[in-house]
């Protein structure tokens, strides 16, 4: 509605995985490097840890487009699931053959089997699968990990390879901890924080640059303010944002200052709070 008004090709702040769209502060970054290493050299498993918000989602997507084609990458979204029917998932994507008896669906060992099957033909084609478990913070039943664990212990160099990727809020690491088994098979953990008032600033120019716009719509008091209101979750600073600039357009502004910005804070926390 207001990108013609603001000369920007598309709405810069909505909810877009894009390469050239994403700001990645010093954190996302190393995460990304992280993961990336561990995709392509079949490190074991990866932890992704941050608060709501602080990107996580795309940085998973992000892993996901620098996985070589022909690479089958699961993600599974909603983890809260019985391990049989984790495993049965999984090998499901990963075209393996989807398994029922007369009884219903097969016992975990047979699932497990057909997992393990299913994965070494998948190396011995050379394509070693990525699997992305989401917000693994909210699985309740430890036998999921005892599984997951199960699962990795198909991993033998030259023979069968996957990578595991359990991304999730902070929470996760304290069941991690307590779950020595997997725990113990973590290559590598990323901790995605909130962004610095400088990388907020160069998020919000990233995200208008992407997009076309070169010339400063928010002006610097208004570029601290987003900080400050914010504390540099991204996807607050989305919301901020994208609400600020359809005000600004209404009223036919010519740049956004820290007063539009603190009205338009005031607005969305009233909205959020009758909600």
């Not at 909505?14 to 994403?22: G, I, V």
């Not at 700001?23 to 079949?42: C, D, W």
């Not at 990107?55 to 019985?82: D, F, I, N, W």
């Not at 994208?242 to 200052?257: E, H, K, P, R, S």
Request: hydrophobic share 40%.
């Amino acid at each position: 509605m207001y990108e013609r008004y603001w000369n920007l090709e598309n709405a810069p702040f909505d909810h877009d995985r894009r390469s050239e769209s994403f700001y990645a502060g010093r954190l996302h970054k190393e995460a990304i490097v992280k993961l990336n290493y561990l995709t392509e050299h079949g490190k074991g498993a990866a932890a992704l840890v941050g608060a709501s918000g602080t990107g996580k989602t795309h940085v998973l997507e992000l892993v996901r487009q620098q996985v070589p084609s022909g690479v089958p990458v699961v993600q599974v979204v909603y983890p809260q699931l019985a391990p049989h029917e984790l495993v049965a998932m999984i090998t499901h994507e990963l075209g393996g053959a989807e398994l029922s008896t007369s009884m219903g669906v097969p016992g975990l060992d047979v699932l497990l089997r057909s997992f393990g099957r299913r994965l070494q033909e998948l190396t011995e084609a050379g394509r070693s699968p990525v699997i992305m478990i989401d917000d693994a913070h909210l699985i309740e039943d430890r036998r999921v990990f005892q599984t997951l664990h199960q699962l990795m212990n198909f991993q033998q160099p030259g023979r069968s390879n996957f990578s595991l990727i359990l991304s999730g809020q902070p929470e996760l690491i304290g069941t991690l901890q307590m779950s020595n088994q997997i725990s113990e098979r973590i290559a590598f953990h990323c901790l995605l924080q909130a962004l610095s008032e400088e990388e907020t600033t160069q998020y919000i120019l990233r995200r208008l640059q992407a997009v076309g716009r070169e010339e400063p719509i928010f002006d610097d008091s208004a570029l601290r303010c987003i900080f400050e209101l914010t504390g540099g979750i991204p996807r607050r600073i989305n919301r901020l944002c994208d609400f600020a600039l359809l005000v600004g357009y209404a009223n036919q502004m010519q740049q956004i200052t820290a007063d539009q910005i603190e009205g338009v804070h005031s607005e969305i926390t009233r909205s959020t709070i009758a909600a």
